[in-house]
């Protein structure tokens, strides 16, 4: 199996908060990796180091073996990684089609020339476009919805919809921030039909950030556990849920009884 | 709206407008008139394009009439000093002005909303500045005077009535151009731009890009407006490119409707007319303008012909093969 993701030592400072310390982590070809840790523990600044948002103080990132650490986000989703967001942000004012479209890179990298002047065969291209779409509307289970404005969906559906446009975007590597926060239980069950639609019949790689433990636990492949910026703890979801470093960062030390999550 | 839904009904409503736009010098011989529908002409060439800017792209930009003055003044002293033709004059205008625009997106796109807005009026005033004392090529406030006509293939466009089909061709093509810009995969990636420029570079759009295209569009545009008016007048000076001319655009295009053509035209229509129709009461005219501004505002913040009335499903093309759901779809999206 293909390494596609490694980030060596990663560390980002804020004036004299260090956000994220010294974090390595590596995501194997194929397999659903997933972050957890405490509330303020780095796990979405990890996100946005990856993602372009912030450069990293120290260390590098490497994606499929290329450095990518200096690279603007928008250059980041042409390598092929895209991402959703903890609080939603869809382009509300925009149709649910439309949000996936704009997404699509033969949209927003139509020429000027072209968007002026082009007949048929620009035609033909938004004609693929659109049924690309349509084909990722039906993964997410709103292609009966295409003409509402993304901001009248039910927050569920927004959330998945997020998903669906960064699937557009054609990426590799598909980084979910809280996927199903705010979710119901059976919104979490599509959401995690999604996810193995989205690895084993797309064939894309899925790393994610999940405070639901029921929900990490079943789904990924492998879990990182993040804490005070500094990652703690590494492996498969039985052994993560057996770690007493864990256990300490969720819910304290010493009072060894008190593990009914 | 549900008339302007059917595209053949669409089609008779436009061919009707346009006899009526080609009729008119013939049912209204008043000259007066005629000059205030250039004008109407001119000012939809302004708004729209810096609709693209503002409403589009999100880009707040007080220094418009910067870029009708480039052009003016470059369509003028090519005109004048070197007897280049004016549709020449006003390929050279669009493209200096362009490159005005580019030169001031560059180093300033970065700013965001208030700060961007500062550098532009400041830009504005530059160039207000540069045509009053750079006195050896523009004469400075005495203005350049007595600037030709166009003319094609030796036919000399000259009476209001000649300007008034010249202007309806380039309000026109700007209206074709613009349209196709808005509803292309370019428009829509200046929309995210708009909305949220973090998400927008989440999905691989990179927005200095698309607000430079939307700046260097506008720019061009307005210069062909400005070359299109100093052939008009004859007579060009500074005043005309003010910081007060920037704000007239803007609030057309604000009252209009931002991110909206149609809102463009009818702000520009409304924002010409009133104050000639205000002419009688020339004392209070500017108040009762400034009140109909706030009440606008305050009433209709959104513009008459807002964002809300965009056509939607840009690229305008029915999903679904066509088979189904586009009629149901077509007529709840517009209520």
Same mark, same amino acid.
């Given at each position: 199996?293909?390494?596609?993701?490694?980030?060596?030592?990663?560390? =980002?400072?804020?004036?004299?908060?260090?956000?994220?310390?010294?974090?390595? =982590?590596?995501?194997?070809?194929? +397999?659903?990796?997933?972050?957890?840790?405490?509330?303020?523990?780095?796990?979405?600044?990890?996100?946005?180091?990856?993602?372009?948002?912030?450069?990293?103080?120290?260390?590098?990132?490497?994606?499929?073996?290329?450095?990518?650490?200096?690279?603007?986000?928008?250059?980041?989703?042409?390598?092929?990684?895209?991402?959703?967001?903890?609080?939603?942000?869809?382009?509300?004012?925009?149709?649910?089609?439309?949000?996936?479209?704009?997404?699509?890179?033969?949209?927003?990298?139509?020429?000027?020339?072209?968007?002026?002047?082009?007949?048929?065969?620009?035609?033909?291209?938004?004609?693929?476009?659109? #049924?690309?779409?349509?084909?990722?509307?039906?993964?997410?289970?709103? +292609?009966?919805?295409?003409? #509402?404005?993304?901001?009248?969906?039910?927050?569920?559906?927004?959330?998945?919809?997020?998903?669906?446009?960064?699937?557009?975007?054609?990426?590799?590597?598909?980084?979910?921030? +809280?996927?199903?926060?705010?979710?119901?239980?059976?919104?979490?069950?599509?959401?995690?039909?999604?996810?193995?639609?989205?690895?084993?019949?797309?064939?894309?790689?899925?790393?994610?950030? +999940?405070?639901?433990?029921?929900?990490?636990?079943?789904?990924?492949?492998?879990?990182?556990?993040?804490?005070?910026?500094?990652?703690?703890?590494?492996?498969?979801?039985?052994?993560?849920?057996?770690?007493?470093?864990?256990?300490?960062?969720?819910?304290?030390?010493?009072?060894?009884?008190?593990?009914?999550? | 709206?549900? /008339?302007?839904?059917?595209?053949?009904?669409?089609?008779?409503?436009?061919?009707?407008?346009? *006899?009526?736009?080609?009729?008119? &010098?013939?049912?209204?011989?008043?000259?007066?008139?005629? !000059?205030?529908?250039?004008? /109407?002409?001119?000012?939809?060439?302004?708004? %729209?394009?810096?609709?693209?800017? %503002?409403?589009?792209?999100?880009?707040?930009?007080?220094? !418009?009439?910067?870029?009708?003055?480039?052009?003016?003044?470059?369509?003028?002293?090519?005109?004048?000093?070197?007897?280049?033709?004016?549709?020449?004059?006003? /390929?050279?205008?669009?493209?200096?002005?362009?490159?005005?625009?580019?030169?001031?997106?560059? &180093?300033?796109?970065?700013?965001?909303?208030?700060?961007?807005?500062?550098?532009?009026?400041?830009?504005?005033?530059?160039?207000?500045?540069?045509?009053?004392?750079?006195?050896?090529?523009?004469?400075?406030?005495?203005?350049?005077?007595? $600037?030709?006509?166009?003319?094609?293939?030796?036919? @000399? $466009?000259?009476?209001?009535?000649?300007?008034?089909?010249?202007? $309806?061709?380039?309000?026109?093509?700007?209206?074709?151009?613009?349209?196709?810009?808005?509803?292309?995969?370019?428009?829509?990636?200046? @929309?995210?731009?708009?909305?949220?420029?973090?998400?927008?570079?989440? /999905?691989?759009?990179?927005?200095?890009?698309?607000?430079?295209?939307?700046?260097?569009?506008?720019?061009?545009?307005?210069? *062909?407006?400005?070359?299109?008016?100093?052939?008009?007048?004859?007579?060009?000076?500074?005043?005309?490119?003010?910081?007060? %001319?920037?704000?007239? $655009?803007?609030?057309?295009?604000?009252?209009?409707?931002?991110?909206?053509?149609?809102?463009?035209?009818?702000?520009?229509?409304?924002? %010409?007319?009133?104050?000639?129709?205000?002419?009688?009461?020339?004392?209070?005219?500017?108040?009762?303008?400034?009140?109909?501004?706030?009440?606008?505002?305050?009433?209709?913040?959104?513009?008459?012909?807002?964002?809300?009335?965009?056509?939607?499903?840009?690229?305008?093309?029915?999903?679904?093969?066509?088979?189904?759901?586009?009629?149901?779809?077509?007529?709840?999206? !517009?209520?």
């Amino acid at each position: 199996m293909a390494q596609i993701l490694e980030t060596i030592n990663a560390t =980002i400072k804020f004036g004299g908060l260090t956000a994220v310390n010294s974090v390595s =982590i590596t995501q194997e070809e194929g +397999e659903i990796l997933s972050l957890i840790g405490p509330n303020g523990a780095g796990k979405t600044t990890l996100f946005n180091l990856l993602t372009g948002v912030y450069r990293p103080t120290e260390g590098n990132i490497k994606f499929y073996g290329e450095e990518i650490t200096g690279l603007k986000p928008h250059e980041r989703v042409d390598k092929g990684i895209s991402r959703t967001f903890q609080n939603i942000r869809l382009f509300h004012e925009m149709t649910v089609l439309e949000n996936l479209l704009i997404a699509n890179p033969d949209c927003h990298r139509e020429s000027i020339w072209e968007a002026v002047f082009g007949g048929r065969k620009l035609r033909q291209k938004r004609q693929r476009v659109v #049924e690309k779409c349509e084909g990722i509307l039906k993964a997410i289970g709103l +292609e009966d919805k295409l003409e #509402e404005l993304a901001t009248n969906l039910p927050y569920g559906k927004q959330r998945l919809l997020e998903i669906g446009r960064a699937l557009s975007t054609d990426p590799k590597l598909v980084l979910l921030d +809280e996927p199903g926060a705010g979710m119901n239980s059976l919104e979490k069950e599509e959401l995690s039909r999604l996810i193995y639609y989205i690895t084993t019949d797309m064939k894309k790689n899925v790393l994610l950030i +999940e405070h639901d433990m029921k929900f990490v636990m079943g789904i990924s492949d492998r879990i990182v556990v993040l804490d005070h910026g500094e990652k703690i703890a590494e492996g498969k979801p039985e052994d993560i849920q057996n770690n007493p470093l864990v256990i300490e960062a969720y819910l304290g030390k010493g009072i060894p009884e008190d593990d009914d999550d | 709206m549900k /008339i302007l839904r059917n595209p053949k009904q669409k089609k008779v409503l436009y061919g009707i407008g346009l *006899i009526l736009l080609a009729a008119f &010098p013939f049912l209204i011989t008043n000259s007066y008139y005629l !000059h205030v529908c250039i004008s /109407i002409g001119v000012y939809i060439l302004l708004a %729209t394009s810096l609709n693209l800017v %503002t409403g589009f792209a999100g880009q707040l930009s007080l220094g !418009h009439a910067a870029f009708y003055g480039i052009g003016a003044y470059v369509g003028a002293l090519l005109m004048l000093n070197f007897d280049v033709n004016f549709f020449l004059a006003m /390929i050279a205008s669009a493209v200096v002005s362009g490159l005005f625009g580019l030169l001031l997106g560059l &180093p300033t796109l970065r700013l965001r909303g208030d700060y961007l807005a500062i550098v532009t009026l400041g830009f504005g005033e530059i160039v207000r500045l540069v045509f009053v004392n750079w006195a050896e090529v523009t004469r400075g406030p005495l203005g350049l005077p007595g $600037i030709p006509s166009p003319s094609i293939f030796g036919f @000399q $466009i000259s009476g209001r009535t000649a300007f008034y089909y010249l202007i $309806i061709v380039l309000v026109l093509l700007t209206l074709f151009v613009m349209n196709r810009i808005v509803n292309s995969g370019v428009g829509m990636a200046m @929309q995210t731009v708009k909305i949220d420029e973090i998400a927008a570079e989440s /999905i691989g759009i990179y927005p200095i890009k698309y607000k430079l295209i939307a700046f260097v569009v506008a720019a061009a545009f307005a210069g *062909i407006a400005g070359c299109y008016y100093a052939s008009y007048i004859a007579y060009i000076s500074p005043t005309t490119f003010v910081y007060n %001319t920037s704000v007239t $655009i803007l609030a057309m295009v604000v009252l209009g409707g931002l991110g909206s053509i149609p809102g463009s035209i009818i702000g520009a229509v409304i924002l %010409t007319l009133v104050p000639e129709l205000l002419r009688f009461m020339s004392d209070y005219r500017m108040l009762i303008f400034g009140a109909l501004m706030v009440f606008m505002m305050i009433f209709r913040p959104e513009g008459f012909w807002g964002a809300s009335k965009r056509v939607k499903n840009i690229y305008k093309i029915k999903a679904g093969g066509g088979k189904n759901g586009s009629d149901s779809g077509d007529n709840q999206r !517009h209520n």
